[in-house]
């Protein structure tokens, strides 16, 4: 559900800040007081273009933030994780979208930056909104299709076949990977062998690139290292006056120094693990000497290693485990291509199964829905007697396309004579919006979008009819939010929460407000749209509330 709306520096907004209600919600005020920036509010965060002439005078820039309280929804999960944003926190989504009067114009997520087209893909899953206004899912064909197949319970249906197809569509790529003319087989061929044979050839080991680089460097350097060890050996035991030959004099006079006084003994041990030390690192450098190699062949060899191992990583890496896997698929490339036939049989045979079973899910599912088509019609047609159209008639034409997939559209004749036109061809945005509260309290219980909001869809209603539409708006609340503006006193009385939006006079500038009513507040505002403030007008807003 959306939970707060808040807006900042729109139209007559100064600052306001909109606690919406699970259930039903009902928006109310005279004309002009700002009921319509709610819902121009509201399409802001949801993708659509803003208009920088709506940023409130004397204001630089203007905010909209929704804050949606969306559990544990995997769709909308995913959109988030594939558009690179941050996941929701306690199941809430955050967005925001602030544009100024210099022209820049910045929307976020959860306080991620995301684009426009990310807020449209997600008010498609969150809000759905009826009246003159966008985000009217019912009229496009696919969404009309999903209405249908979720009013005969044929999603897993149609999940089934959506698989098949995908594996059907896989094969067909694999089959057209092989299927190239003779010349293009021929270079295929020749790359993918000089590939498999030049990686094979080299006989590469997972991690022996790092060995090889400090071997090479310690073969390019052998001789100075040898020179160094050298150095440091003479200087440690081999050079008159080395450490080992004075340590050995300090030895003799410490010995002497013990002998004299008993009380040296720890100077004499502590002479002895130094010399001990200085043989220990003696030893050390002697073996380290003999394992330096001054060999030209090896330098060579190494080298020639390294230049290899560079070279297959700039065609194939960037690092040695890349070009070993990148050799173990040119590989099977290889293989399968030399085995085009053998694997052109079995592709086809993998081929001709698929496309039965397309066939077959798919003549299911048409079946299934054409069963199902008289059955939604006559309940959406009863729904349309209901809110005035006595005589209306309401139909879906379905038909297959060259793939084997269906596509649905619906078909409204308003009056009794009168051909069934498609919906979207409906020009009366009355006789639109009283058709999706046809289909919506229909489908209700299978539609998944969470948020409704109907703007006037009481245009040109009155009368008893005004009365059963307030009654399929508490009928759509029982699963979904609802949040609707309406002039009409029997729709807003079957609010659970009524909002009305007003005008007042600042420091000599006008501000839209709103406010939830009380039960006290919620009868005087009826009895304003009734007509007056009167106790005539009161007593049957009281009734209307009972």
Do not use: W
Not at 38 to 56: K, S
Not at 383 to 395: E, I, R, V, Y
Not at 445 to 471: H, K, R, W
């Amino acid at each position: 559900m959306l939970s707060t709306l808040r807006i900042k520096n729109l139209a007559l907004v100064n600052d306001l800040t909109l606690h919406l209600q699970p259930g039903y919600n009902v928006i109310t005020g005279e004309t002009g007081a700002g009921k319509s920036i709610i819902i121009g509010a509201l399409n802001l965060v949801l993708g659509q273009r803003a208009d920088r002439d709506a940023i409130r005078a004397g204001s630089d820039q203007c905010s909209v933030e929704a804050v949606f309280e969306i559990g544990k929804r995997k769709s909308i999960d995913a959109l988030l994780e594939q558009n690179g944003v941050e996941s929701c926190a306690d199941g809430q989504l955050i967005i925001k979208r602030t544009f100024s009067a210099a022209g820049s114009n910045r929307q976020f997520i959860n306080g991620s930056p995301t684009t426009l087209q990310t807020l449209a893909a997600l008010g498609e899953q969150l809000v759905d909104m009826h009246g003159p206004h966008e985000h009217q899912s019912l009229l496009r064909q696919r969404s009309q299709l999903d209405a249908l197949d979720g009013f005969a319970a044929l999603l897993p249906l149609r999940k089934e076949f959506a698989s098949a197809v995908r594996l059907c569509r896989a094969i067909e790529a694999d089959k057209a990977a092989l299927i190239v003319d003779e010349q293009t087989y021929a270079q295929q061929l020749d790359l993918l062998r000089f590939q498999t044979n030049e990686i094979s050839a080299a006989r590469l080991q997972r991690g022996e690139e790092t060995e090889v680089e400090q071997n090479f460097q310690r073969a390019s350097n052998a001789a100075r290292l040898l020179e160094l060890t050298q150095t440091a050996l003479g200087v440690l035991s081999e050079a008159d006056g080395s450490m080992l030959n004075q340590s050995a004099e300090i030895g003799r006079s410490l010995l002497e120094l013990q002998r004299i006084d008993a009380s040296a003994n720890d100077v004499v041990t502590a002479h002895e693990q130094v010399t001990s030390s200085l043989r220990e690192l003696q030893s050390a450098l002697s073996h380290y000497s003999e394992r330096i190699d001054v060999d030209p062949a090896r330098l060579r060899e190494l080298e020639t290693r390294v230049d290899l191992l560079h070279s297959l990583k700039r065609k194939y890496g960037p690092r040695l485990d890349d070009v070993i896997s990148f050799g173990e698929t040119a590989k099977q490339k290889l293989q399968n291509l030399e085995q085009r036939d053998v694997e052109l049989e079995r592709l086809n045979t993998q081929l001709s199964k698929a496309q039965k079973e397309v066939a077959r899910v798919g003549r299911e599912l048409t079946s299934q829905r054409k069963k199902a088509i008289p059955k939604f019609s006559k309940a959406v047609t009863k729904q349309l007697n209901d809110l005035g159209f006595a005589q209306s008639h309401f139909d879906v034409s379905l038909a297959s396309t060259s793939e084997g997939e269906d596509s649905a559209e619906f078909q409204f004749a308003p009056n009794p004579g009168e051909p069934a036109r498609p919906l979207r061809a409906i020009a009366s945005s009355g006789e639109l919006s009283r058709v999706m509260l046809a289909l919506k309290t229909v489908l209700a219980s299978e539609d998944q979008i969470p948020v409704l909001v109907f703007d006037e869809i009481d245009a040109n209603v009155g009368g008893e009819t005004a009365g059963v539409v307030g009654e399929k708006m508490l009928q759509i609340a029982r699963t979904h939010q609802v949040i609707c503006i309406t002039h009409l006193p029997p729709v807003a009385a079957t609010a659970s929460a009524h909002f009305v939006v007003s005008k007042r006079q600042h420091d000599g500038r006008t501000i839209s407000e709103i406010q939830l009513l009380e039960r006290a507040q919620r009868v005087n505002e009826i009895a304003r749209m009734l007509g007056g403030q009167t106790e005539a007008a009161r007593k049957p807003a009281r009734a209307l509330l009972r």
